[in-house]
T-cell receptor, first 116, second 111 residues
Framework: AQSVTQPDIHITVSEGASLELRCNYS??????LFWYVQSPGQGLQLLLK??????LVQGIKGFEAEFKRSQSSFNLRKPSVHWSDAAEYFC??????????????FGKGTLLTVNP | DGGITQSPKYLFRKEGQNVTLSCEQN?????MYWYRQDPGQGLRLIYY???????QKGDIAEGYSVSREKKESFPLTVTSAQKNPTAFYLC??????????FGPGTRLTVL
């Protein structure tokens, strides 16, 4: 069965600083990987995804993530954080369910606080 | 605008009562999902449906039931058998390879 580990429960950065959120996965086949963001009391919004091809993927809001098979990692990065980036971030791995739709397994999330 | 709606946003229930959470989508997606979110626990899959009139249990289906009579609707019933139902419930839908779109959620509190 697949699993996702987000080692950092809470990260605090200053506005304008760079950001890296860690994600490690466990899956027996080629993984399909996602990063979602959630503002308090809201649903989740897809930031970016990796299916195949280029291991560096670009997403919305200036985020990017790099898939490293050798390290089983899919870390999320942003060069300069804005106060509006404060939210909870979830990494997820997708497993094919015998059709075109996937079951997602989520990590427990990383809460990002941005200091002015 | 296409999207997923969940109602109500807040729901209060007395212990021992069944309650149904609504999820509707107008994205023409085939698959729909229900997740439960608890603080510090991430999202856990309750039920999912890939097609009308068919659904499968997820990782934590005990105490929950669903139906999928229409493509656009996937209601979740939290039954009295669910031991700890207070949580934030998220509905999602997808078409194709895992791009799940999420609704705004329903916060259920058992009094």
């Amino acid at each position: 069965a697949q699993s996702v580990t987000q080692p950092d429960i809470h990260i605090t950065v200053s506005e304008g600083a760079s950001l890296e959120l860690r994600c490690n996965y466990s899956y027996g086949a080629t993984p399909y990987l996602f990063w979602y963001v959630q503002s308090p009391g809201q649903g989740l919004q897809l930031l970016l995804k990796y299916f195949s091809g280029d291991t560096l993927v670009q997403g919305i809001k200036g985020f990017e993530a790099e898939f490293k098979r050798s390290q089983s990692s899919f870390n999320l990065r942003k060069p300069s954080v804005h106060w509006s980036d404060a939210a909870e971030y979830f990494c997820a791995v997708g497993a094919e369910r015998g059709g075109s739709n996937y079951k997602l397994t989520f990590g427990k999330g990383t809460l990002l606080t941005v200091n002015p | 605008d296409g999207g997923i709606t969940q109602s109500p946003k807040y729901l209060f229930r007395k212990e021992g009562q069944n309650v149904t959470l609504s999820c509707e989508q107008n994205l023409n997606h085939d698959a729909m999902y229900w997740y439960r979110q608890d603080p510090g626990q991430g999202l856990r899959l309750i039920y999912y449906s890939q097609i009308v009139n068919d659904f499968q249990k997820g990782d934590i289906a005990e105490g929950y039931s669903v139906s999928r009579e229409k493509k656009e609707s996937f209601p979740l019933t939290v039954t009295s058998a669910q031991k700890n139902p207070t949580a934030f419930y998220l509905c999602a839908s997808s078409i194709g390879r895992g791009d799940q779109f999420f609704g705004p959620g329903t916060r259920l509190t058992v009094l």
